[in-house]
C-alpha cells in the first residue's frame, strides 16, 4: 500500500493551495482519509477528514477555509486550502485510517510554507 502527497510549497499569507494524495494497492473506496499537519517541533494533528460515504470533518482553525474531497475512481484525495496563514505552515501528511479490524497507511508528506 501507498500513499503520495503533492502540491505543497511556499505560498504568502491569504494565498491558496491544493494538496492531492494518490493512493494505489488498497481498496481506497473503503477508508475514511484525513490530512494532518506537523508543524517543527510539534505533534502530528488532525486538520480533515473524510468518511468513505463522503462526510467531512475540519479542525476549527481551517473551518471554512479548506475543503477535502475525494475521488474514489481516481483513488484520491485532496485538501483545498484559502486565506492561508503562516500558521497553517509544516508537513502535511495523508492518512489512511486505521481500524479494528485492518491497518492504516501513511504518505510521507508535502511541506507547505505560508510566508511573505
Known amino acids: 500500500a501507498q500513499l503520495e502527497e503533492s502540491g505543497g510549497g511556499l505560498v504568502q499569507p491569504g494565498g491558496s493551495l491544493r494538496l492531492s494524495c494518490a493512493a494505489s494497492?488498497?481498496?481506497?473506496?473503503?477508508?475514511?482519509m484525513g490530512w494532518y499537519r506537523q508543524a517543527p517541533g510539534k505533534q502530528r494533528v488532525l486538520v480533515a477528514r473524510?468518511?468513505?460515504?463522503?462526510?467531512?470533518n475540519y479542525v476549527d482553525s481551517v473551518k471554512g477555509r479548506s475543503t477535502v474531497s475525494r475521488d474514489n475512481a481516481k483513488n484520491m484525495v485532496f485538501l483545498e486550502m484559502n486565506s492561508l496563514k503562516p500558521e497553517d505552515s509544516g508537513v502535511y501528511y495523508c492518512?489512511?485510517?486505521?481500524?479494528?479490524?485492518?491497518?492504516?497507511?501513511w504518505g510521507k508528506g508535502t511541506l507547505v510554507t505560508v510566508s511573505s
Open positions: 473524510i468518511s468513505s460515504g463522503g462526510t467531512t
Open positions: 494497492g488498497f481498496t481506497f473506496s473503503n477508508y475514511a
Open positions: 492518512n489512511a485510517e486505521a481500524t479494528v479490524f485492518r491497518a492504516g497507511y
